[in-house]
């Protein structure tokens, strides 16, 4: 199975920070990279897909990029219900894997 | 409205079994991979196994193969998860998630939490 790392593991930020998280896969994935959302007690929410493409509903302040390893999810202006955990998926192949997530919480 | 709803979580001794459901409506079942996902609590997201449409090729993760089935009903528009062997780190919340290489993981269900002691 492909094996996903992300970094950092926690952060600490303000509202309005630009927050970058990192997520690399253990082999090529191309573009099949995608991004959840999780609030404590819910449901895990897509955010991005394909490295890029913004879920619907989506507001335009998170995006993603990156190709082939090494990809990123950037918030340009981090708003109060933007604290969560954020985790990347491969949908590159079966069965889809999960990187251990990244906290966002308050500084 | 796209909607899966699972069922069947529950308390089970370590070694026991237990079978969950997903029931889908609002689109064409038979056309989508089929994923369930757990999270252990505290923890982390964990794909556990996927199915295709016809339910002829499925996909296990290390963790779970050998233990556990998932199958497919496309007459009854729902998914399955039949797990053996239980043990206490299988204890989580159990959810399906619809999509495959494409369009992943989207939507979920509400999640059932399957709790495994003693």
């Known amino acids: 199975d492909i094996q996903m790392t992300q970094s950092p593991s926690a952060m600490s930020a303000s509202v309005g920070d630009r927050v970058t998280i990192t997520c690399r896969a253990s082999q090529d994935i191309s573009n099949y990279l995608a991004w959840f959302q999780q609030i404590p007690g819910k449901v895990p929410k897509r955010l991005i897909y394909s490295a890029s493409s913004l879920q619907s509903g989506v507001p335009a302040r998170f995006s993603g990029s990156g190709s082939g390893t090494e990809f990123t999810l950037t918030i340009s202006s981090l708003q109060p219900e933007d604290f969560a955990t954020y985790y990347c998926l491969q949908h590159n192949s079966y069965p889809f894997t999960f990187g251990p997530g990244t906290k966002v919480d308050i500084k | 409205e796209v909607q899966l709803v699972e069922s069947g979580g529950g308390l089970v001794q370590p070694g026991g079994s237990l079978r969950l459901s997903c029931a889908a409506s609002g689109f064409t079942f038979r056309d989508y991979v089929m994923h369930w996902v757990r999270q252990a609590p505290g923890k982390g997201l964990d794909c556990i196994s996927a199915i295709s449409g016809t339910g002829g090729t499925t996909f296990y993760a290390e963790s779970v193969k050998g233990r556990f089935t998932i199958s497919r009903d496309n007459s009854k528009n729902t998914l399955y998860l039949q797990m053996g062997s239980l043990r206490a780190e299988d204890m989580a919340v159990y959810y399906c998630?619809?999509?495959?290489?494409?369009?992943?993981?989207?939507?979920w269900g509400q999640g059932t939490l399957v709790t495994v002691s003693s």
């Open positions: 998630a619809r999509g495959g290489t494409g369009d992943p993981l989207d939507p």
